[in-house]
C-alpha cells in the first residue's frame, strides 16, 4: 500500500517547486517534480523581430539572466553568420562568469547551508555552532556574503549596465566599451572578490583548492589549518554522509563554455563512466507528461512547439522531458567537472556517483578554477580595438545558441521567417535535471535521486529529501519559462 | 513592520536585484527599519509545510500581514481560472491567495513591473492573461480592481521597474514602516515619487550627444541612443543615471537603450526595442513635456551647430576627441 504526498512550495530555490511523493513502508517509491507555473515566453516570443529576444529572453529568469542572453545572442549571431571580435567575446565571458560565480556563492550561502541550521541536527555535536554561522537571513555567513556579493557585482555595473537584465550582450559582441581606468577597477573588484573567497571560503589560495585532485587530497585539505566554509561542509557531508544521497543517472552533459581564442575553458561533451559521443542533434523533448498539446513523437528543439493545455492524461508538470538520445542525462557544475575532466570531480563520481557533496563541492571548485580566467581575460581586453559589430540578421534564417549557466546547460534554438521569430525553443538546465517522465516512463533526474529516500506520509520532511532537491540548485522560472 | 513576500507569474529577477543592494547586508538593512520579513520564498529557513501554514494563517487573519509584496505578474487564465500559478503544494491559485491576503494586509506592493501593470509575461499574445496587481497595462483595474484601497487609504503601491533598483524597494518599504508614505508620495500611476519623478534622461552621460543630436547609430558608439537606437530615456520616469545600478551602472551606461521599463505597457512598444520609430524622420516619441514643433525645430538647429568633437566622438566606441584646454592666463 503506498500513501500520496504532495510537498510543496519548495523554498530557497528560484521560482516555484513541488514534488509529490509516492510512498511505501517508509521510503519514497516514486517522486514526480512539477513546477506549478506556467509564462509562456515561447508563445510571447512568436511574431517579434529577432533582436527583441534579447529584451525578451533574460527575464524568463531573474537568476541566471545573463545566461538567457548569452545564449540569445549566440543564437542570433549563428543565424546571422557572425562572431564577436576578441573584445566582445571577452566581455561576453567575463559577464556571463561574473553571473555565474554570482550564484555559486548565493546558491551555498544562502540557498544551501540554512537546511543544516536547521532543528533536525539539533543532536549534531555541530549544529549550534552551524546555526549560528548559517541560519537563513539572521546567520553570520548570510550578513557577510550580501556585501561581498554587491560588491562583486559591481562588476556588472561597467560590464553590462545593470543586473538583472542587461541588454549589453549583443550578437555582434558587447554595447560596453571599456577603457583602461575601468578596466583597472574591474580587477580591483576582482581581487577583493579573490581575498574574500580565500579567506572566508576556502581558507586556502584559490590556485591550491584548484589543485585538488581526488577525494583522499580533499580529506587532507579538510584537515589542515586555515578555517573557511569549505571545510566546514565537508566536516558535515563526512558526518552525515552526503556522499553516499542524491545519486541521479550518473550520465553528464554539458555544453562547454567561455570561448577563448581557439578552445573553451570547460569542453562540451558526456560523460557515462567514460567519455562518450555527444550529439546535440540527439537532443529530443518528450512531452507525454507535461501539459502540453502532443505534436506526435518527442521533437528535436528546432522543430518543436508549446501549446499548453488544460488537461491531459497522465501529465504531471509544466516541464517537458528534454532526453539525448532517449536518454536522461544530468548538468549542472558538477557534470561541467566531469565532461572537462578535473581529477577532483572524476574522483568523487568515482566510488559512489553523482551526490550532494560532489554537486555542492564541484560547485565551490569552479569558484577556484573561473577567477583566475577571469583575472586573464581582464588582461586580454583592449581597449580602442573594436567591441562590437553589427549583423542584419536574413529574413529566413535559423540558429543555435548552447552556453553553460551555472545550474548547467542552456540552449535556445530561433527559426525566423520573413524577418520576424516563426519558432523559439528553449531547454534551461533544470528542464534536463528536474523533468518528469517521458513516453518510456524513465523518470527524470531529480526523481531518480529522490527514489529510494526514507520519507513518512504524517511527520515533517526530512531534510535529506531538501539537501538532494538543492544540491541540483533547481531554477524552476527556466525550467517551464 | 511584518513584510510578508510573495512570487507570482515573473522571474524571480526584483528579489535577485534586491539581494544586490549596495548598503551593507541587506538583511541588516530591514533590521535596522524596523523591518521583520514573516516569509520571503528566497532567503527564509521555513519550507513546505511550515511555509503553507504561514500563508494559510495570513490568508484567515491568524497573523497579521503589515505589508504584502507581491512579485511577479498575476495569471489570471486559462479562462479565469488562474490555473497557470498555484501556490505549490495546493490547489488553490495564487491570484485567490493574493486576493485573500491582499483584502487583510494593512499595505499592498506591487514589486517590479509585472505586478504593476502585468510586465513582460503579458507581452506578446500574453498566453497566460497576465495582470498587475491594480492595473493592466496602463488601465486602471488588474487583479484587484480600480477601486481597490488599503486600510490605510492608499492604492497598491507600484515599485514598477523591470527590475527595480534595490533602493526604490528598500526606500519605499522603509517610508511604510516609518508612517512616512501618504498618497501625495505617489504619482499617477502609484508610483513611490522619489523615484517617478524623475527622467531617466536626468543625468545621463549623453547629455551632450543629445543637445547636439549626435547620435549613436550601433551599439558601442557613444552618441545619444535616441534618435536611432530606441531610447525612450527622455520619457521614462525613473532617476537610473542619478542613483546609479551595481555601482556605477546604467542601462546608458552600458550602452544600451532605456526600454521604459517603469512605465506601464513597456513590453508592448509597437515597434522593434532597439529601434526609434520615425515619422519624417522625426522619432514619433517625443521628450516628455516638449512641443513637437519646438523639438523639431531646436534639433535642426542644434544639429547644425554640432562641433566636430561631439560629431565624432558620437560615431566611436571611444574618445577619438577631448575637449580643447583653454588657456586663460598669460
Ligand atoms: S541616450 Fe537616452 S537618456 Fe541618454 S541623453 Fe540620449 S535620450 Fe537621454
Ligand atoms: S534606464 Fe530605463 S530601461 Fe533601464 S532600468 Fe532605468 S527605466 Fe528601466
Known amino acids: 500500500m503506498s500513501t500520496r504526498r504532495v510537498v510543496g512550495p519548495f523554498n530557497r530555490v528560484e521560482g516555484d517547486l513541488e514534488i509529490t511523493l509516492e510512498i511505501e513502508r517508509g521510503r519514497i517509491a516514486a517522486a514526480y517534480v512539477n513546477s506549478p507555473l506556467y509564462r509562456g515566453f515561447e508563445q510571447i516570443l512568436q511574431g517579434k523581430v529577432p533582436a527583441d529576444a534579447l529584451v525578451l529572453v533574460p527575464r524568463i529568469c531573474g537568476i541566471c539572466s545573463v545566461a538567457q542572453s548569452a545564449a540569445s545572442a549566440l543564437a542570433l549571431a549563428d543565424a546571422a553568420g557572425i562572431a564577436p571580435p576578441p573584445n566582445g567575446r571577452l ?74 537584465h542587461t541588454l549589453a550582450v549583443q550578437p555582434g559582441g558587447s554595447t560596453r566599451p571599456l577603457q583602461s581606468s575601468e578596466i583597472f577597477r574591474l580587477h580591483r573588484t576582482l581581487r577583493e572578490f579573490r581575498q574574500f573567497l580565500e579567506t572566508v571560503t576556502f581558507g586556502a589560495r584559490l590556485e591550491d583548492v584548484a589543485a585538488i585532485t581526488s577525494r583522499a587530497q580533499l580529506e587532507a585539505y579538510r584537515t589542515g589549518a586555515g578555517g573557511g566554509d ?74 518543436g512547439s508549446t501549446l499548453p493545455v488544460e488537461e491531459k492524461d497522465g501529465a504531471y508538470s509544466w516541464c517537458k522531458a528534454p532526453r539525448l538520445a532517449g536518454q536522461v542525462v ?9 565532461v572537462a575532466g578535473h581529477p577532483l570531480a572524476r574522483d568523487m563520481i568515482g566510488g559512489c556517483g553523482g551526490s550532494v557533496a560532489a554537486r555542492v563541492v564541484a560547485r565551490l571548485l569552479e569558484l577556484s578554477l573561473v577567477l583566475p580566467a577571469m583575472e586573464r581575460w581582464l588582461n586580454q581586453l583592449a581597449p580602442g580595438e573594436p567591441w562590437c559589430i553589427s549583423a542584419q540578421p536574413a529574413d529566413e534564417t535559423s540558429g543555435v545558441g548552447l552556453v553553460e549557466a551555472a545550474r548547467g546547460s542552456l540552449g535556445h534554438w530561433i527559426t525566423v521567417r520573413r524577418g520576424r ?25 531529480l526523481e531518480q535521486a529522490l527514489a529510494g529516500l526514507p520519507a513518512s506520509d504524517t511527520e515533517t520532511l526530512p531534510a535529506a529529501i531538501h539537501h538532494v532537491v538543492r544540491s541540483f540548485d533547481p531554477c524552476m522560472v527556466c525550467t517551464v519559462h | 513592520m511584518n513584510l510578508l513576500w510573495l512570487q507570482s507569474g515573473g522571474c524571480g529577477g526584483c528579489t535577485l536585484s534586491w539581494l544586490g543592494s549596495g548598503h551593507g547586508s541587506l538583511f541588516h538593512e530591514l533590521k535596522d527599519e524596523g523591518i521583520e520579513l514573516l516569509w520571503h520564498p528566497s532567503v527564509s529557513e521555513a519550507g513546505v509545510d511550515e511555509a503553507r501554514a504561514l500563508i494559510e494563517q495570513c490568508a484567515d487573519g491568524r497573523v497579521a500581514v503589515d505589508v504584502l509584496c507581491i512579485e511577479g505578474s498575476l495569471l489570471r487564465g486559462p479562462r479565469g481560472t488562474g490555473g497557470f500559478h498555484r501556490f505549490g503544494g495546493g ?17 499592498v506592493v506591487a514589486i517590479g513591473s509585472c505586478s504593476s501593470w502585468g510586465g513582460i509575461t503579458a507581452a506578446g499574445i500574453n498566453p497566460t492573461d497576465a495582470c498587475g496587481l491594480q492595473y493592466d497595462g496602463e488601465a486602471a483595474g488588474g487583479l484587484l480592481g480600480p477601486d481597490f484601497r488599503d486600510h490605510g487609504g492608499l492604492p497598491v503601491i507600484n515599485v514598477a521597474g523591470c527590475p527595480p533598483h ?43 550627444y543629445y543637445e547636439f543630436k549626435a547620435s549613436a547609430e550601433k551599439s558601442s ?37 532605456c526600454i521604459r521599463c517603469t512605465e506601464p505597457g513597456f513590453e508592448e512598444p509597437g515597434h522593434p526595442f532597439e529601434s526609434t520609430p520615425k515619422v519624417a524622420g522625426i522619432p514619433i516619441g517625443l521628450p516628455s513635456d516638449m512641443p513637437k514643433a519646438w523639438f523639431i525645430a531646436l534639433a535642426a538647429l542644434s544639429k547644425s551647430a554640432t562641433p566636430t568633437r561631439v560629431r565624432e566622438n558620437a560615431h566611436s566606441d571611444h574618445l577619438l576627441r577631448a575637449p580643447s584646454v583653454k588657456r586663460t592666463k598669460r
Open chain 2, 166 to 208: 534595490p533602493d526604490w524597494i528598500t526606500e519605499t518599504l522603509a517610508m511604510l514602516a516609518h508612517g512616512r508614505l501618504r498618497a501625495e508620495h505617489l504619482d499617477d500611476f502609484g508610483r513611490p515619487r522619489f523615484f517617478a519623478d524623475q527622467l531617466v534622461h536626468h543625468g545621463c552621460p549623453r547629455n551632450e
Open chain 2, 91 to 107: 490547489a488553490q491559485p495564487m491570484i485567490e491567495w493574493v486576493r485573500q491576503i491582499a483584502s487583510r494586509a494593512r499595505h
Open chain 2, 221 to 257: 558608439d557613444q552618441g545619444c541612443l535616441m534618435e536611432h537606437l530606441g531610447c525612450g530615456g527622455t520619457q521614462a520616469h525613473a532617476d537610473c543615471n542619478q542613483r546609479l545600478w551595481n555601482g556605477e551602472g546604467s542601462c546608458l551606461r552600458g550602452g544600451y537603450a
Open chain 1, 330 to 338: 544530468e548538468t549542472g557544475a558538477l557534470a561541467r567537472q566531469v
Open chain 1, 230 to 303: 569549505l571545510r566546514t561542509f565537508l566536516a558535515i557531508a563526512d558526518d552525515i554522509d552526503l556522499w553516499h544521497l542524491g545519486r541521479g543517472t550518473d550520465r553528464f552533459m554539458s555544453y562547454g563554455c567561455y570561448q577563448e581564442e581557439d578552445r573553451r575553458l570547460f569542453p562540451a561533451g558526456l560523460w557515462h563512466g567514460a567519455a562518450e559521443a555527444f550529439d546535440v542533434a540527439a537532443i529530443q523533448e518528450d512531452i507525454s507528461h507535461a501539459w502540453y498539446a502532443a505534436a506526435g513523437l518527442p521533437q528535436h528543439p528546432a522543430a
Open chain 1, 91 to 164: 566581455a561576453a565571458n567575463l559577464t556571463l562568469a561574473a553571473e555565474n560565480m554570482a550564484d555559486h556563492l548565493t546558491h551555498f550561502y544562502l540557498f544551501f547551508m540554512p537546511d543544516f541550521a536547521h532543528a533536525d541536527y539539533a543532536t549534531r555535536p555541530w549544529h549550534a555552532t552551524i546555526a549560528e554561522r548559517f541560519r537563513a537571513t539572521t546567520g553570520s555567513a548570510p550578513n557577510q556574503i550580501l556585501p561581498a556579493r554587491a560588491r562583486f557585482m559591481q562588476m556588472m555595473g561597467l560590464l553590462a549596465g545593470k543586473w538583472p
Open chain 1, 421 to 445: 521569430i516563426h519558432n523559439y525553443q528553449i531547454i534551461a538546465p533544470t528542464t534536463w535535471n528536474f523533468s518528469p517522465r517521458d513516453a518510456q516512463g524513465q523518470p527524470g533526474a
